[in-house]
């Protein structure tokens, strides 16, 4: 089946630490994204990526890194630079081709600053 | 920059009542235009997008959405709701170009009674 994993489905992290969460799809598309999602808030750009080995920054970046190695995996990293990571992570990704696209999302990450 | 409003935060109908969910969006050129639903603790699932053509789409589970030009408007619509359509919804418009990035709205929960 194709599609996109993310893992873990709950994290708990102690402040201060840094967690990476895992993003990986088998759907070979080219661009991947990170969102971040709060309640009322909707879904807010983190960081993207349309290639391997280039990624830009989206609308909240800080406290925020990603690397992006291999075409199918985009794993981000929550910073202790973050002030307030609590949040459901999403991920997704689409394809850079063809004239009607979508982004396909993952089933997302809890994360929970204890 | 592009930006979307969804006005309604909270939307209860009954079952087997008709259902419209509002989105204005803010955008300098014809926009792609895209309506997800998302289960709680779960990732986004596309119900259907516009990027040319007929004003009136078509989706899955029996959604269908209208864009209106004039209005800057792209509200979705179902005749007649089911108990498992209890979810949130999020409207959302994409950049022309090559990052296809989306921007979302802060979404719309909606509750449907027995």
């Known amino acids: 089946d194709g599609g996109i994993t993310q893992s873990p489905k709950y994290l708990f992290r102690k402040e201060g630490q840094n967690v990476t969460l895992s993003c990986e799809q088998n759907?070979?598309?080219?661009?991947m994204y990170w969102y971040r999602q709060d309640p009322g808030q909707g879904l807010r750009l983190i960081y993207y990526?349309?290639?391997?080995?280039?990624?830009q920054k989206g609308d909240i970046a800080e406290g925020y890194s990603v690397s992006r190695e291999k075409k199918e995996s985009f794993p981000l990293t929550v910073t202790s630079a973050q002030k307030n990571p609590t949040a459901f992570y999403l991920c997704?990704?689409?394809?850079?081709?063809?004239?009607?696209?979508?982004?396909?999302f993952g089933p997302g990450t809890r994360l929970t600053v204890l | 920059a592009q930006s979307v409003t969804q006005p309604d935060i909270h939307i209860t109908v009954s079952e087997g009542a008709s259902l419209e969910l509002r989105c204005n969006y803010s955008?300098?050129?014809?926009?792609?235009l895209f309506w997800y639903v998302q289960s709680p603790g779960q990732g986004l699932q596309l119900l259907l997008k516009?990027?040319?053509?007929?004003?009136l789409v078509q989706g899955i589970k029996g959604f269908e959405a209208e864009f209106k030009r004039s209005q800057s408007s792209f509200n979705l619509r179902k005749p007649s709701v089911h108990w498992s359509d209890a979810a949130e919804y999020f409207c959302?418009?994409?950049?022309?170009?090559?990052?296809?990035?989306?921007?979302f709205g802060s979404g719309t929960q909606l509750t449907v009674l027995p």
């Open positions: 997704a990704s689409s394809p850079r081709q063809g004239a009607a696209w979508e982004q396909f």
């Open positions: 759907l070979n598309h080219d661009a």
């Open positions: 990526s349309q290639i391997v080995n280039d990624f």
């Open positions: 955008y300098g050129a014809t926009p792609y």
């Open positions: 516009y990027f040319s053509g007929d004003t």
């Open positions: 959302a418009v994409g950049a022309r170009g090559s990052a296809r990035q989306l921007t």
